[in-house]
Structures are given as C-alpha cells and as structure tokens.
C-alpha cells in the first residue's frame, strides 16, 4: 500500500493546505511558523514512516505524526482565543485533528501487529 492511498494521510494533507491558506495573511510570523511547521508535520511524519524498511520505523513516524496532532490541537485553541483564527476554521480543524489522531492510532495498533 503506498501512503497516497491512505484516507489518514489525504486527509491531514488537506488539513495542512486548509491552515497555509487560513494564515497566509497572519502578520504574527512565530505563530504563523508554528502552526504550519505542525500541520505540515502529521502528513509528512506519516508518508516517511511508510516510506521506511522496518516496522519499528514505521511506528516511530506514526507516533511522531500523532505527537503533531496534539500539537496542533493546542496551537488551534490558542489561536482561537487570541484570535487569529476563526472560530469557523478551529472548529472544523479541532475536529478533524481528533479525528485524524483516533485513524493514527488506529494504524499504530494495527501496525504492532506485525512485532
């Protein structure tokens, strides 16, 4: 299976594409860097790991993709309620990266399987 088809990665790439759009105009630059460098962590942690030879590896990238969920959760609330983003946007977001963080889990579960 290549990580293309994967719904978990299609998915956070569009999330990642929503947020670039939503700050492309933030003067707040640290935030701005922030936020984007996390989106543009989870699909991008998550190609890698597939990409690798072992399973090991493949989970390490899949936690690191899950951490940036959490991440990006937090930098969500907080742009919010400062607010730089619409309160619109977060909560589609929020929910999308809960979302994404139950799918990655559930292919770090499945992918121990194979230990």
Known sequence: MK???LEVWQRAV????????????????????QITRS???????????FERESN?????FLNYAKASCGELRTQLIIGQEVPFLSNE??????AETKEISAMIHSLIKTRRKFN
């Open 89 to 94: 946007f977060c909560e589609w977001a929020l």
């Open 3 to 5: 990580f293309e088809d």
């Open 56 to 60: 090991k590896e493949t989970l390490n």
């Open 14 to 33: 569009r999330l990642s594409t929503e947020m670039y759009k939503q700050t492309q105009t933030l003067k707040d630059f640290g935030f701005k860097d």
């Open 39 to 49: 989106t543009l962590s989870v699909p991008s942690n998550i190609a890698e790991g």
